[in-house]
């Protein structure tokens, strides 16, 4: 009965089914104790728009603005050759990259070259393109992608319409971006992907940029990337010293811990990562250049030329960092906040007001949809009477 309760009150505190069996709150004694945790509800609604208050959040959104603004500033990051879409694409020196031809072109004294194609605006390695490109013996350049292989102008013609959906649609387009040699410590663990370090910045009140977590997301044999959604491993990583812990997989994936990567049998629990007090120089200069966007998640893949900076992300994904400490709301980080009118709630509910929270939550999910349905019929028949 004490833990039916104790679940009850920690949900009706804002967690979800999956975050209450992700964080495994079932063994916990007492509720409060989950409050060291932040929910996604509240992170989204409260903790990100308190930290992160300025636009320089939208300029690590649009990932080819982003390219841009890191190389002037002579940051590493992945060679980009353009920014292809039949209206907006581009050159980084300013030719169009609308037309197929245009591409084919550009790509003439490359190949055979393996590019990475990526959504101006996307998230979470979803519409993530690996592609093989190569001249066929006709003379025509053939992509090989996902098991298929097409011409040029096939394969951007039938690249996917529904990528754009994030971030409201506002931004347009595909990355080309180069292949990135790995590594060989990462490599060795997993060569089917590039693996990248996720490193979670924060600049405080005093404007002291720390680096406050940290973790190495391994892929999998046959995917395109490494991401904790797409069933990869999310590896804990010892921020000062850069010592691999073990690894978990996402619940959807089995919610297995791992100390060896289920592909190649290696075992990376307890070996430190190569290169650890550069990578974490690059991301403290990368912080810097966005002081306005106080907490961002870099993400990071070590090259055999050191690393380089995949993407900033200031929306960064709090489960795959929490599952591996006792919170993400330390004493420490409380007290931060609160330098920044953030006071998060360090009890939980208790049982009365938890049920209310839970059958408010209930009522509106229920009852959302209805209310859009019957706002969407309003705006197409305004006149109708009813």
């Not at 979803?126 to 292989?149: C, F, M, P, Q, Y």
């Not at 990578?279 to 907490?295: P, Q, Y």
């Not at 993400?299 to 993400?328: C, F, M, R």
Request: glycine content about 8%.
């Amino acid at each position: 009965m004490n833990k039916l309760i104790n679940k009850l009150r920690i949900l009706g505190s804002g967690f979800t089914e999956d975050e209450y069996n992700l964080y495994r709150f079932d063994l916990l004694d007492n509720p409060d104790d989950a409050m060291r945790f932040i929910s996604n509800r509240l992170n989204h609604c409260i903790f990100q728009p308190a930290v992160n208050r300025g636009y320089q959040q939208h300029v690590l959104e649009d990932k080819w603005i982003t390219h841009h603004y890191l190389t002037s500033m002579r940051l590493p990051v992945p060679r980009t050759y353009g920014l292809y879409h039949p209206v907006f694409g581009e050159t980084p020196d300013g030719k169009p990259l609308t037309e197929p031809d245009h591409v084919a072109e550009l790509l003439e004294t490359e190949l055979p070259v393996c590019l990475f194609l990526k959504p101006r605006g996307g998230r979470k390695g979803s519409n993530v393109i690996r592609a093989e490109l190569h001249k066929s013996i006709d003379g025509h350049i053939e992509v090989s992608a996902e098991g298929i292989v097409q011409q040029l102008d096939m394969f951007l013609q039938t690249l996917p319409q529904d990528a754009f959906g994030y971030y409201a649609g506002c931004y347009h387009g595909w990355l080309l971006q180069g292949y990135i040699p790995q590594h060989g410590f990462l490599n060795r663990i997993n060569p089917h992907t590039i693996n990248t370090l996720r490193i979670i910045t924060f600049i405080d009140s005093q404007d002291n940029i720390q680096i406050q977590h940290a973790i190495l997301r391994l892929g999998r044999q046959g995917g395109t990337a490494d991401n904790w959604e797409k069933g990869g491993l999310s590896v804990a990583i010892d921020h000062v010293t850069g010592r691999l812990g073990r690894g978990v997989f996402k619940p959807q994936y089995s919610g297995a811990w791992a100390s060896e990567h289920p592909d190649t049998g290696i075992c990376f629990e307890g070996l430190i990562l190569p290169e650890w007090s550069s990578v974490l120089d690059t991301c403290r200069r990368a912080a810097a250049l966005f002081s306005g966007t106080r907490t961002v998640g870099w993400d990071i893949a070590l090259s055999t030329d050191g690393p380089v900076i995949i993407e900033g992300n200031s929306d960064w994904g709090v489960p795959s960092v929490q599952v591996h400490t006792s919170g993400y709301l330390t004493d420490s980080v409380r007290r931060e906040l609160v330098n920044f009118g953030v006071k998060l709630p360090d009890r939980a509910k208790s049982l009365p007001m938890a049920l209310v929270a839970l059958l408010v939550y209930q009522w509106r999910r229920s009852r959302a949809p209805r209310l859009l349905n019957a706002l969407h019929e309003r705006i197409r028949n305004p006149f109708r009477v009813t």
